[in-house]
């Protein structure tokens, strides 16, 4: 069994690691990174993660949207505004990013109300 320190060094270690892999050149690479830091919930994540709203690939835009929202921070909140409000050229897949940039911004404005 781990020690609290081992499992919060572990714990460092991985938010490094996929920090890092939000610059991998493979989109998917860069989705599933976005998505684990969501779930940690590190706020060291957080500005990578508004980085990663101008991602190219708007799967990875989505995903880093809804990683915001479940990680809360407030900082995030200009960054998603901005992207709610974006004419990003009205494809589908934008209305989709700018559903999960609304959700995560309600969601960050929900938790400080809270």
Not at 59 to 83: C, K, N, Q, T
């Amino acid at each position: 069994m781990q020690g609290p320190e081992t499992l919060s060094s572990t714990l460092d270690y991985s938010v490094e690691k996929y920090i890092n892999d939000l610059r991998n050149r493979q989109s998917i690479i860069r989705y599933i990174a976005a998505d684990a830091l969501g779930q940690l919930g590190n706020r060291q994540a957080v500005e990578p993660l508004i980085h990663l709203l101008n991602d190219p690939d708007w799967l990875v835009r989505f995903e880093a949207a809804r990683s915001l929202g479940r990680i809360g921070d407030p900082r995030a909140l200009p960054a998603l505004r901005w992207l709610q409000q974006t004419d990003l050229g009205k494809l589908d897949e934008d209305y989709l990013v700018q559903d999960a940039a609304t959700e995560a911004f309600n969601q960050i404005l929900l938790g400080r109300m809270a």
